[in-house]
């Protein structure tokens, strides 16, 4: 008896075939067939439920949905499938880049207002451990990576 996910891969393939540029085109006529979300990731409708594009091309190739489809280079309109890996919630925000909220151009290091310094701090394994504080974004920076790394590190992300 088939499962739901193998009727839904079964019907990918009837329905879809991958471009290699990184898109899905409708096997009946060749149409590209996704659209622009807001957050900028292409999406794609199959048996009336939207899935994001990375996602179902990861599916198509793979036959199964990681938890996590995560964008090799970074590039989020990159959906090629050499360029997509599964992963997990850990690995993915450990590539992140810096959130366009940072102001201090340094992953792990924020300004405290109350002290009037940069707070420096990782994450690791869900948990995050507090460096301490410095008179410099990028002082705050070093100490959090030789803290995290056992090295000094200069490349900012």
């Known amino acids: 008896m088939e499962t739901s996910t193998e009727n839904l891969w ?36 199959l ?43 850990k690995v993915n925000i450990e590539k992140a880049k810096l959130f366009c909220t940072n102001k201090t151009g340094y992953k792990g290091v924020s300004f405290n207002k109350k002290t009037n310094k940069f707070e420096a701090y990782y994450w690791k394994d869900y948990k995050k451990y507090y460096v301490g504080l410095f008179n410099t974004a990028e002082e705050a920076y070093k100490a959090r990576e030789e803290k995290k790394y056992g090295r000094m590190d200069t490349s900012n992300n």
């Not at 085109?25 to 292409?42: F, I, K, P, Q």
Request: aromatic share 12%; net charge positive.
């Open 10 to 45: 079964r019907k990918a393939k009837q329905v879809y075939n991958y471009d290699p540029s990184g898109d899905l085109r409708l096997t009946s006529n060749g149409m590209l067939v996704s659209t622009l979300t807001t957050r900028g990731y292409r999406q794609i409708y």
């Open 47 to 89: 048996e009336a439920r939207q899935y994001l594009l990375h996602r179902l091309i990861f599916f198509w190739h793979h036959g199964y949905f990681p938890k996590i489809v995560d964008h090799i280079d970074g590039n989020i309109s990159n959906n090629k499938i050499e360029n997509l890996q599964g992963c997990d919630q």
